[in-house]
């Protein structure tokens, strides 16, 4: 099956801009949806779709893909926004499946 | 608005089966969604395990399919999860979730839009 790989932590300075990557050969057919885990929740959907936040998601967190890369943005990080961020989609070749990726820490400082 | 709520033992020993309920409230589970369960291990990331639809249809992580089945009841508005075999690497927090597939122009959507709370499961004697 097809696996979506992200990247390592990142840390970003308060009020700065971050971007976080996926990529996966899945992301050819279907878009990235992001989603935020803060420490003890259930993750959230902070991204899906070509760049559709859900109500209640800050309009600093923006989504885009090219090719097999799909990028999760953050203008203007706050301290709120430090979390854990998967990718996820769905693999359609062969018996379908969903896969995520290992997920990318953020710190912000 | 739809909530998931899981339940199950807490607790499973070594080699036996792991047994959850996913209860849908505020909607019913026969409309056209996947149904999934995710876990995660102390510490690591999101795993799939598998989904399924009202209609009975399933797919599984290729890594745990010989373990697993998930089923639904509609007469109920749950679905359940069991995995067979289970060990100490099974332990681990389990959520239920709601998925849609939107198809978008050229190309489709996914997203696991309602999540449950989780519950955490212990494999040990």
């Known amino acids: 099956s097809s696996e979506l790989t992200q990247d390592p932590p990142v840390s970003v300075a308060l009020g700065q801009t971050v971007r976080i990557t996926c990529q996966g050969d899945?992301?050819?057919?279907?878009?990235a949806t992001w989603y935020q885990q803060k420490p003890g929740q259930a993750p959230v959907v902070v991204i899906s779709g070509k760049n559709d936040r859900p109500s209640g998601i800050p309009d600093r967190f923006s989504g885009s893909t090219s090719g097999d890369t799909a990028s999760l943005t953050i203008s203007g990080a706050q301290a709120e926004d430090e979390a854990d961020y998967y990718c996820n989609s769905r693999d359609s070749t062969g018996n379908p499946s969903v896969v995520f990726g290992g997920g990318t820490k953020l710190t912000v400082l | 608005q739809v909530q998931l709520q899981e339940s199950g033992p807490g607790l499973v020993k070594p080699s036996g089966t792991l047994s959850l309920t996913c209860a849908v409230s505020?909607?019913?589970?026969?409309?056209?969604?996947?149904w999934s369960w995710v876990r995660q291990s102390p510490g690591k990331g999101l795993e799939w395990i598998g989904e399924?639809?009202?209609?009975?249809?399933?797919n599984y992580n290729p890594s745990l399919k010989s373990r697993v089945t998930i089923s639904v009841d509609e007469s109920k508005n749950q679905f359940s999860l069991k995995l067979k075999s289970v060990t100490a690497a099974d332990t681990a927090w389990y959520y239920c979730?709601?998925?849609?597939?939107?198809?978008?122009?050229?190309?489709?959507?996914?997203?696991?839009?309602?999540w449950g709370r989780g519950t955490t499961v212990i494999v040990s004697s």
């Open positions: 399924v639809h009202h209609s009975g249809r399933t």
């Open positions: 979730t709601r998925g849609d597939i939107v198809p978008i122009v050229f190309f489709n959507s996914y997203a696991m839009d309602v």
């Open positions: 505020g909607g019913s589970i026969g409309n056209s969604h996947w």
């Open positions: 899945s992301l050819r057919n279907y878009y």
